[in-house]
Every structure is written in structure tokens, then in C-alpha cells.
């Protein structure tokens, strides 16, 4: 019977969905393929086994190995789980037989319940005979705690949406009724978090998820996040949104916070916005910067603008406008480069609220 080549899958830490926050995560995969009706290891199967061992033999850390065996739909229900079963221990003891500790080794029998492939053709049925190996390494995991809270009033925000992103991982969470967040976190990841909610502006803030919490006291850092009242008149700045000096481009680092001022939008239908653009030019009087810096303001304001509308925002619930460098955060000529990239901003002003 033909059967299809060995195939091992390298993932690079990409997760799928069902591990996201969980304690360990697949960094390889590896299908191997069985005869209709067995679970003998054939000899392609074999050479998948011996590579994906060869791999682990280099790699550093926790490991456990999932093993998920299927079968195809010919048959009786009960015996294909069976089937399956039998494959999985196959494929188990093939492992332990090539220098792996049972203790590693993990298996599910799934049966004919989850195909890959169509049941109604031989080469479909042949894909769904199958055992899949997951690589998984073990994450030592920590809890983050923060609070969502009004600067006005102090007070906590409830059901306030929070999301936070990793150099692998993204998830969001909801806060209770006192505005509390809490998160399982690989211990001591870098971990950008997001708060927005109805009624308020948003807010970011990047720290590491320690895994003793008074390090947050010891390096002076705060998990909580504080949402600005959206109301008429008030206004905010798109944090993380630099742009080249003298262009209306976004450094590439910036490119992720526009998805914010939109998902701002969605959740605000009710608000009427302008959108300000600014430019660092420190030292010279309003009236005479040139037309060109004059315009830089407003095409920075618009490259956001146009983004929106992109995605779904109508035109009639926002404006857009230059002020050159009549606003600046650090007017002084001694700034600094970080703060003259502070200078050169968008800002979001809420006109109406309907």
C-alpha cells in the first residue's frame, strides 16, 4: 500500500489555539501513518520516529510527548477506538524503545472521531489512519494581577476588556466586578497589556510577568492600567505611534497600535472624534514653519484617518487635523530623541458624544 513520505514539523514555538495559557505549549509535530485495520510501526513510521527522537536529543528543557491516534470511518465505532488505542501504545513503545521515558509520553485514542481528511476516498481514508506527535515543552507559569481603575474617581472598572500579548502568545481576559484582571503568564515573559472599555480611552503598558510579586515594588513597576473618561472635549494620546522624522510613516515598531484606536472606535459607536496630528519642531514660531511641515501634521493625522475608514469606520464619525508644532510635549530645543518622538504624535479628541 502507498503511503505518504515521514514528515517532521518544526513549529518554533507557534501555538495553537487550544494552548494558549496553558503550561506547556507544541514546538514540533509529527504525523506518522499506519496500514488499514493495523497498528504495526511500519518502516516510513520508523523513520519518522528516529527523526523526531534525533530532535529532542538536542533540545534543552522540560519535554512531554502527546500522542493522538484516529482511524478512518470503515468499521464499528467501538473497535476503531480500539484501533486507535492500539496505535497509540504503538507508537508509545516505539518511543520507549528508542530511549524515551515513559513518563514523557502521553497518549489520547481518538478514534474515527476527528478526520483530517475525507472518509470517501482511499487517499482520505489513508490520511485519517494516523497517530499525531506533539512536542511539548512545560512553561513554570505565574499569575498577573492588575486593576483597570478611572483616575478620577479611583475606582475600578468592571468588565473592561484586557488583552495581552507575548513574543508567542496573545489572550484577552475581562475584569470583575472591581475591576480586577488576573492572567496565568509564563514566569518572567516581557508581556504587552491592553485595557479598553466603553466610555473610556485606552491604555498599554509592557512589563514582565515576575513570578514573585514584590519585584513589581523593588523595580517601582505598577500592573495597573488607567482608563481616561471618553468624554466631549477630552483627549488622549495614541501611545506607541512614532513616525519617521520629517514623513508621515510609521516606524515598523508602531504599526501594532492602530488596530487600537479602531478596536477604541468599535467599542464606542456613540463618539465623534477628531484625529490630531503633530510635528517636532522646537525652537521656531508656529508662523513660520514651512507649508511642508505644515502638512506633515495633517497627512500624519490622515494616514490614521484613512486607516480607519479602511476598516469599517464611517466617514461622518470623524475628522482629522494639523497643528503643526503649535502642541508639542517637550517644546525645548535640548529634547531628546525619545521625546521628540513623543512630540511627533496623533492624538484622539472626542467631539460628540450621540
Given at each position: 500500500m502507498k503511503h505518504l513520505l515521514p514528515v517532521l514539523v518544526l513549529l518554533s514555538g507557534t501555538l495553537s489555539a487550544q494552548s494558549l495559557f496553558d503550561s506547556a505549549y507544541t514546538v514540533q509535530q509529527a504525523p506518522v501513518y499506519f496500514d488499514f485495520g493495523k497498528s504495526d510501526i511500519t518502516p516510513q513510521a520508523g523513520e519518522t520516529l528516529d527523526a523526531l527522537v534525533t530532535a529532542l536529543r538536542t533540545t534543552a528543557g522540560g519535554l512531554?510527548?502527546?500522542?493522538?491516534?484516529?482511524?478512518?470511518?470503515?468499521?464499528?465505532?467501538?473497535?476503531?477506538?480500539?484501533?486507535?488505542?492500539?496505535?497509540?501504545?504503538?507508537?508509545?513503545?516505539?518511543?520507549?524503545?528508542?530511549?524515551?521515558?515513559?513518563?514523557?509520553?502521553?497518549?489520547?485514542?481518538?478514534?474515527?472521531?476527528?478526520?483530517?481528511?475525507?472518509?470517501?476516498?482511499?487517499?482520505?481514508?489513508?490520511?485519517?489512519?494516523?497517530a499525531t506527535l506533539e512536542v511539548q515543552v512545560e512553561v513554570p507559569m505565574t499569575t498577573l494581577e492588575g486593576v483597570v481603575r478611572n483616575p478620577d474617581t479611583k475606582e475600578g472598572i468592571p468588565n473592561a476588556l484586557v488583552m495581552f500579548r507575548?513574543?508567542?502568545?496573545?489572550?484577552?481576559?475581562?475584569?470583575?466586578?472591581?475591576?480586577?484582571?488576573?492572567?496565568?503568564?509564563?514566569?518572567?515573559?516581557?508581556?504587552?497589556?491592553?485595557?479598553?472599555?466603553?466610555?473610556?480611552?485606552?491604555?498599554?503598558i509592557t512589563l514582565?510577568?515576575?513570578?514573585?510579586?514584590?519585584?513589581?515594588?523593588?523595580?517601582?513597576?505598577?500592573?495597573?492600567?488607567?482608563?481616561?473618561?471618553?468624554?466631549?472635549?477630552?483627549?488622549?494620546?495614541?501611545?506607541?505611534?512614532?513616525?519617521v522624522g520629517n514623513q508621515a510613516i510609521l516606524l515598523p515598531m508602531s504599526e501594532p497600535s492602530l488596530p487600537k484606536v479602531l478596536r477604541f472606535m468599535q467599542m464606542n459607536p456613540d463618539i465623534n472624534i477628531e484625529i490630531a496630528g503633530h510635528i517636532n519642531h522646537p525652537g521656531l514660531a508656529p508662523e513660520?514653519?514651512?507649508?511642508?511641515?505644515?502638512?506633515?501634521?495633517?497627512?500624519?493625522?490622515?494616514?490614521?484617518?484613512?486607516?480607519?475608514?479602511?476598516?469599517?469606520?464611517s466617514e461622518a464619525r470623524m475628522q482629522y487635523k494639523g497643528y503643526g508644532n503649535t502642541e508639542m510635549l517637550f517644546p525645548n530645543l535640548g529634547a531628546t530623541e525619545a521625546e521628540q518622538q513623543q512630540n511627533r504624535r496623533v492624538e484622539i479628541r472626542v467631539l460628540k458624544k450621540n
Open positions: 512531554r510527548i502527546q500522542i493522538t491516534a484516529h482511524t478512518d470511518s470503515i468499521g464499528n465505532s467501538e473497535n476503531n477506538l480500539r484501533l486507535s488505542r492500539r496505535r497509540a501504545e504503538a507508537v508509545r513503545d516505539a518511543l520507549r524503545s528508542r530511549g524515551l521515558s515513559e513518563a514523557q509520553i502521553f497518549i489520547r485514542a481518538a478514534g474515527e472521531r476527528e478526520p483530517l481528511a475525507d472518509n470517501s476516498t482511499e487517499e482520505g481514508r489513508q490520511q485519517n489512519r494516523r507575548t513574543q508567542s502568545r496573545a489572550d484577552s481576559t475581562r475584569t470583575d466586578t472591581t475591576g480586577t484582571y488576573r492572567v496565568r503568564l509564563p514566569k518572567d515573559s516581557v508581556v504587552k497589556v491592553e485595557a479598553l472599555a466603553p466610555d473610556y480611552f485606552f491604555q498599554t514582565r510577568a515576575f513570578g514573585d510579586p514584590e519585584l513589581y515594588k523593588k523595580y517601582n513597576l505598577s500592573t495597573d492600567l488607567e482608563l481616561p473618561p471618553a468624554v466631549e472635549g477630552g483627549k488622549a494620546v495614541v501611545r506607541d505611534l512614532f513616525f513660520k514653519l514651512n507649508n511642508w511641515e505644515w502638512d506633515l501634521s495633517i497627512n500624519r493625522a490622515k494616514m490614521v484617518y484613512e486607516y480607519l475608514i479602511k476598516n469599517g469606520v
